[in-house]
């Protein structure tokens, strides 16, 4: 079992920035690749972000260059740096991880944690 908590939401205006945390502890050996989703209301969840233990990043086309995801691996820590936050940023951010990069990287995880909110005002 992994647990995942994610912090570091917030209110903030646009072309602010904030850093998401996710920690993960647990049978965290068993991770091989973690990612970050979010979701607006009314809306789909979608990948944001995701890396493996490999240092391979896949980023969503609408925070590339924006955003910026990391694993600390001493600390079992990720981070989503996202900088020049849009409105259209908003929503709750979820930190998901598993075994499979490539599921991963399809928004597909074996363990989730319950998302921080982020709200970006214009």
């Known amino acids: 079992q992994v647990q995942l908590v994610e912090s570091g939401g917030g209110l903030v205006q646009a072309g602010g920035s904030l850093r998401l945390t996710c920690a993960a502890s647990?049978?965290?050996?068993?991770?091989?690749?973690m990612g970050w989703s979010r979701q607006a209301p009314g809306k789909e969840r979608e990948v944001v972000a995701a890396?493996?233990?490999?240092?391979?990043?896949n980023l969503a086309d609408s925070v590339r260059g924006r955003f910026t995801i990391s694993w600390v691996y001493a600390k079992n820590t990720v981070h989503l740096q996202m900088n020049n936050l849009k409105p259209e940023d908003t929503g709750r951010y979820y930190c998901?991880?598993?075994?499979?990069?490539?599921?991963?990287?399809?928004?597909?995880?074996?363990?989730w944690g319950h998302g921080t909110q982020v709200t970006v005002s214009s």
């Open positions: 890396l493996t233990r490999r240092g391979s990043m």
């Open positions: 647990g049978s965290v050996s068993d991770v091989t690749a």
């Open positions: 998901y991880a598993g075994s499979d990069a490539i599921q991963i990287a399809s928004g597909q995880g074996d363990y």
